[in-house]
């Protein structure tokens, strides 16, 4: 057995071992909820024609997350100022994300919308 500082030479150590461990720590910072458990992200392009509002679908990778995630929503790029970002409907599938002009008038353009989804436990997504 060589070692250097007391660290084992790579070719005594087991590999098997290593990964073992590897899982059991990484399951015990998952169960803690220090690491989420599922996260996802994404972008939409929502477009405004002569309307206040309007949203489109985003459907989550599939069994990502076996409960609603949290999710949260910024506008990337567009031209609509006052417009506001929301997300609604929210499943373990998928949800809506909507775009709302914050004084309701009608207008017309089109915003990039940022989201993420994050389930930070395995039943539940606070934590």
């Known amino acids: 057995m060589d070692s250097i500082n007391g660290i084992p030479a790579l070719d005594d150590l087991d590999p098997a071992a290593l ?6 720590d990484l399951r015990t910072e998952l169960n803690d909820g220090r690491l989420p458990f599922a996260i996802a992200s994404g972008t939409v392009t929502i477009t405004l024609a002569s309307q206040a509002g309007n949203s489109q679908s985003v ?12 999710v949260m929503a910024t506008k ?12 609604v409907g929210v499943t373990a599938s998928g949800c809506s994300i909507g775009l709302y002009q914050g004084d309701g008038t009608s ?8 989201w993420i989804a994050i389930q930070m436990l395995p039943a539940a997504a606070e934590g």
């Open 59 to 70: 459907t989550f990778p599939a069994g990502r997350f076996s409960t609603p995630p949290i």
């Open 107 to 114: 207008t017309s353009g089109s915003v990039q919308v940022g």
């Open 19 to 24: 990964v073992g461990q590897y899982s059991r």
């Open 76 to 87: 990337q790029a567009g031209t609509l100022a006052k417009a506001s970002v929301y997300a």
